[in-house]
């Protein structure tokens, strides 16, 4: 026969199972935060291309001839502007959600949880069930118990998984931050413009011919972009050195998203607004290479048209 004091204390924990689990559905049930975008960042990253030459530069950016033939640098290119296009739709998405979020009513429909949901809370509100029962049956103590379980649900692989993706955080911004120093150090070599064309008297003109200054011109633009194929060339391959160890990194924040299906199936708030913040930390390491590679591609395709339009003078004379 069951003696009356535990007897007492399992109907007593049988009802303060009940009140536990009710507690923690609810938080799981209690309305999220915006969920992580459904993208792999590291395959953003091996989209972008890397300067090798100021010609490689110009050849895949958007041109625009004037009517005197001149050229001019519109953009880089198909494969810049797509990737810029991506980052633009998924900021406004970004965007989109935290307003969508912040008109949204702070609870929301009930979602039905998991087995595996349901086993894991049940296991914590019998835990916490038998803090309470330690603590003598005290209903007060039962109910600050039954406070702190509320948006206890966790899945514990999942918290390992994300500490883990938080901390590669610090190593993939000191690795920026190595990178941009280092690249700050890279110097494109001063050209001189060389000697003045002599002056000429031509009937009413006095001055350096046409072809002198087209020559002189050329060979000044020619040696500016073997200036600037040697600093892109720096550039390149302290990308090459960089990018495998950022990506290296992201690559923990990328396997993190995808095991947790990008917070498909997950309502609670706390755990989706860390999922999206870590996302969020870890797209920093795409837009830093982006705008690394954007702006040297730039710059090539810029020296690179300087000569062409050094090449395309006509001369008379």
Excluded at 38 to 54: A, D, G, T, V, Y
Excluded at 137 to 155: C, F, V
Excluded at 289 to 297: K, M, T, V
Aim: aromatic content about 6%; some cysteine.
């Amino acid at each position: 026969m069951i003696a009356f004091n535990t007897l007492t204390k399992i109907i007593y924990m049988s009802s303060y199972f009940k009140r536990c689990f009710i507690v923690l559905l609810c938080g799981f049930l209690e309305a999220g935060a915006q969920k992580p975008a459904i993208i792999q960042i590291n395959s953003f990253i091996s989209r972008i291309p890397l300067p090798e030459s100021s010609a490689t530069c110009y050849g895949s950016a958007t041109i625009v001839t004037a009517t005197d033939g001149t050229v001019t640098v519109k953009d880089n290119g198909e494969q810049f502007n797509t990737l810029n296009d991506q980052l633009d739709k998924l900021t406004k998405d970004y965007m989109a959600s935290v307003k969508a979020a912040s008109a949204a009513p702070p609870t929301a429909a009930p979602t039905q949880p998991t087995p595996e949901q349901i086993e894991q809370m049940q296991q914590q509100a019998m835990q916490r069930a038998q803090q309470a029962m330690q603590s003598g049956g005290n209903p007060a103590a039962a109910a600050q118990a039954g406070a702190q379980t509320k948006h206890t649900y966790t899945n514990v692989a999942l918290m390992q998984e994300l500490g883990k993706a938080q901390s590669a955080i610090m190593p993939m911004n000191q690795l920026i931050t190595e990178l941009t120093g280092k690249l700050g150090q890279v110097r494109m070599e001063q050209v001189p413009m060389g000697p003045n064309c002599p002056e000429v008297q031509q009937g009413g003109y006095a001055g350096p011919l046409c072809s002198c200054t087209k020559d002189r011109n050329v060979t000044y633009e020619e040696r500016s972009v073997a200036a600037r194929n040697d600093c892109l060339g720096k550039i390149n391959s302290l990308l090459h050195q960089y990018i495998p160890q950022i990506e290296q990194q992201v690559a923990i924040v990328d396997k993190l998203e995808s095991d947790a299906k990008f917070g498909e199936g997950i309502t609670d708030p706390a755990t989706l607004q860390m999922l999206t913040s870590v996302q969020r930390q870890a797209l920093g390491g795409f837009t830093a290479i982006l705008g690394i590679a954007s702006g040297s591609w730039t710059d090539g395709a810029n020296q690179f048209a300087r000569l062409v339009n050094a090449k395309s003078v006509k001369c008379k004379q």
